[in-house]
């Protein structure tokens, strides 16, 4: 499949003499895709009842007149002020209680019945006029599920199908509260409608509450966007997507992606650096016009897994975004290297948000491909140079990575849930592992957490996933690759209960985690040989065979024949010998690189990466900052 290119564009927002001008420029510009729609309910259906699509008739017409492929955005992410009118209280509300206002976006509660019966209207009623129309090549369901925390919500509509939830998942009352041990504090209940959401409790609700209601949540998202899907399916053949984002872990967006034809993501390096990725101040500064090397493309990893295999970019960052603590611009360069490094990961498609720069409203201050007087921005010429280079491009095959990390939505909640120490998250601890595998040059796949068959790998990690039921214990045991388990792997039941035997009770691994203790971050523990334990330390007991231990002698690492159990959260130091370690059991092939540059392979190439401001050598050559080398295999 030959990799292709994009923009989003909103014609309701620019006079209609402009599309067509605007059309050909993207053509010519070698665009592929344009996305439209998303957010335009208000000029679709500016009243009930009353849809005005004669200016959506003509962009369309115009953009596919142009040569131009549409995704076509279901507006469900910005009700538009009549529909909150007709259902005031449709607004998802905080774990306070307050209710979410309108005027900006992604103000419904996902559990909200009248708001799913008009989001079905909308969505069917757009599938039925474009889902034919050959110009309609793709579909995209409301906008980031989940951006500006919106996915908890703590509304009566939640209430309610939160209990109609429970019942269904316990049966009876006294089924919960045993599962929950409810016994504690004489928290147990004689009906489902006794059971509250678990906020504004006086201290810490209990944690199989909170972890059933993070699942119940997720599960509204899952329903919300099959119902979208169920609306478009039987008037449309063009495939189906959503777009999600880097690090939201509030829902399950493996069960999202099970009802979807392929996944797309919202890529903000320079945003994500300050907002998200949690780097040290010296990595924040000198990455601060590159962004970290390591998030975009975890991203890509986990949204091929969960596009099964088929997933874009479908918001690339182009030049300074609106929204971070600061907004610097990227270095010249790193547009083109971004959307270079997305195809090395198998993307299809990278679409830059946004065509023009838009001179009002909120995100006036955020770039587009052109200026807000339609003069390129230098966003443009980077794109231009990747059409140009795609031009003559094969196409980029995919390739099974050697090793693998699981990643599990419902492990995020776990830690959420009970942290144990301040800041811990299930996110941050996978991300240092997966830091350390590219440091040493590997590629990676990130892996579902139902995946049972792991033949087609070396290694195989699944650090803190805290259920890990039965049946994947036995795929991992007897799959023949090396797998790394823990810290926290395994520690607790479905029903968020410390099980015995103490975790992590792998089949044929004698370890025991004993107690374990979170650490202040200026009390690392450090380990014999280099590096530290920080954040997390787990006591280990047992007969397998320690490999890696503390200065003092206590066991890190123990390990019987191909399963190894860290209990500690590794520095970069420590998580980079212990990768080592692994991957020269296995034979897998490490590479030291030079700081900010890394690798990926596919079937046919080995691309480099600089996300350095400076020039570097590399086994690869001389790379210039923010350069790429391709290098045919
Ligand atoms: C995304 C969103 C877009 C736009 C963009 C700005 O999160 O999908 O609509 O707001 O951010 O960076």
Not at 37 to 62: C, L, Q, V, Y
Not at 404 to 415: K, R, S
Request: charged share 20%; hydrophobic share 40%.
């Amino acid at each position: 499949m030959k990799r292709t290119l994009g923009t989003c564009y909103y014609p309701e927002h620019w006079p209609q003499e402009i599309w067509e001008q605007d059309a050909a420029r993207m053509a010519a510009l070698g665009m592929t895709w344009v996305r439209i729609g998303e957010f335009a309910w208000s000029r679709i259906a500016p009243s009930e009842g009353i849809f005005d699509w004669a200016w959506m008739d003509t962009a369309i017409d115009i953009l596919g007149a142009a040569g131009l492929k549409v995704v076509l955005g279901t507006p469900t992410a910005t009700p538009p002020r009549w529909v909150c009118d007709k259902h005031p209280d449709m607004f998802a509300r905080d774990a306070m209680g307050h209710p979410r206002g309108f005027g900006s976006r992604r103000h419904y509660c996902f559990s909200h019945a009248g708001y799913l019966s008009e989001s079905k209207r909308i969505v069917t009623a757009l599938a039925e006029r474009y889902g034919r129309n050959p110009h309609v090549a793709a579909w995209q369901t409301d906008n980031e599920y989940g951006c500006h925390d919106t996915v908890l919500s703590y509304s009566d509509a939640a209430m309610a199908a939160f209990r109609h939830w429970l019942r269904d998942r316990y049966g009876t009352i006294t089924a919960l509260n045993q599962a929950w041990g409810t016994v504690f504090w004489s928290m147990e209940y004689d009906d489902f409608d006794q059971v509250d959401l678990p906020n504004r409790t006086v201290t810490e609700p209990h944690p199989a509450h909170m972890q059933a209601f993070r699942r119940f949540s997720s599960d509204q998202v899952v329903a919300f966007n099959r119902a979208q899907v169920e609306c478009i399916r039987p008037v449309s053949d063009a495939p189906i997507s959503h777009n999600y984002m880097g690090r939201i872990t509030e829902f399950d967006h493996f069960a999202v992606g099970q009802d979807l034809d392929f996944a797309t993501w919202d890529s903000y390096p320079l945003g994500f650096l300050e907002d998200r990725v949690g780097a040290t101040p010296e990595a924040q500064r000198h990455f601060a016009r590159q962004g970290d090397p390591d998030f975009q493309a975890f991203h890509h990893d986990l949204y091929r897994a969960v596009g099964k295999n088929r997933w874009w970019v479908m918001e690339q960052q182009p030049g300074p975004v609106n929204w971070a603590p600061y907004n610097p611009a990227p270095l010249p360069g790193m547009v083109r290297l971004w959307t270079w490094e997305a195809f090395a990961h198998g993307a299809e498609a990278v679409c830059y948000f946004r065509w023009r720069q838009a001179p009002f409203a909120q995100e006036q201050l955020h770039a587009g491909l052109l200026r807000p007087d339609s003069v390129a921005a230098p966003g443009y010429f980077e794109a231009e140079h990747v059409a140009e280079e795609l031009k003559e491009c094969e196409d980029i095959a995919h390739q099974t990575a050697p090793v693998a990390i699981i990643f599990d939505y419902d492990a995020a909640w776990a830690w959420d849930v009970q942290p144990q120490g301040r800041g811990l998250d299930y996110f941050s601890l996978v991300f240092a592992l997966y830091r350390a595998m590219r440091k040493l040059g590997l590629s990676i796949d990130i892996l579902p957490p139902k995946c049972r068959d792991f033949g087609a790998y070396r290694l195989v990690c699944a650090p803190g996933m805290v259920v890990m039921p039965d049946d994947l214990k036995a795929a991992l045991s007897t799959s023949g690759c090396e797998v790394l388990i823990g810290p926290r792997s395994a520690a607790r039941d479905a029903e968020f209960n410390i099980p015995t035997p103490l975790p992590p009770a792998w089949p044929n691994l004698d370890v025991a985690v004993s107690r374990l203790e979170t650490l202040r971050p200026d009390m690392p523990i450090a380990i014999a040989g280099g590096g530290q334990c920080q954040h997390w330390f787990e006591h280990l007991e047992g007969s397998a065979e320690t490999v890696f231990e503390t200065e003092t002698g206590l066991p890190v690492v123990m390990r019987s024949a191909q399963i190894s159990y860290c209990g500690g959260w590794g520095d970069e130091v420590f998580f980079e010998r212990l990768i080592s370690d692994l991957c020269d059991r296995v034979n897998v092939k490490i590479r030291a690189l030079p700081r900010g540059v890394r690798v990926r392979e596919t079937g046919t190439e080995r691309f480099w990466f600089n996300h350095n401001p400076h020039p570097v050598t590399c086994e690869a050559g001389d790379l210039p900052a923010a350069g790429v080398i391709r290098e045919s295999l």
